[in-house]
Nanobody, 115 residues
């Protein structure tokens, strides 16, 4: 099993920045990839960014050039640096960890961007 604890959400004005953190514990050596999904009211949960165990990264088109995902292996933590935030980025952000047999999810953290 894997446990995920998120932090770093909040309220910010458009153009501002936030950094989300996701600390993993448990069977971390079985993790294939980690990343972030987000879900706004009325919308489906959608991938924002992910980083694999070998460091490859992928981003949703809507956040390319604005968001950066990174990881600190010593701390078993993945970060999502979000810059140039837009009101459309307002959503609940969920950290995930993918293992071969299933996904694990964090509790979610709210990001609200005002115009």
């Amino acid at each position: 099993q894997v446990q995920l604890v998120e932090s770093g959400g909040g309220f910010v004005q458009a153009g501002g920045s936030l950094r989300l953190s996701c600390a993993a514990s448990g069977s971390i050596f079985s993790i294939i990839s980690m990343g972030w999904y987000r879900q706004a009211p009325g919308n489906e949960r959608a991938l924002v960014a992910r980083i694999t165990s070998v460091g490859s990264t992928n981003y949703a088109d809507s956040v390319k050039g604005r968001f950066t995902i990174s990881r600190d292996n010593a701390k078993n933590t993945v970060y999502l640096q979000m810059s140039s935030l837009e009101p459309e980025d307002t959503a609940a952000y969920y950290c995930y960890a993918r293992l071969s047999t299933r996904y694990y999810w964090g509790q979610g953290t709210q990001v609200t961007v005002s115009s």
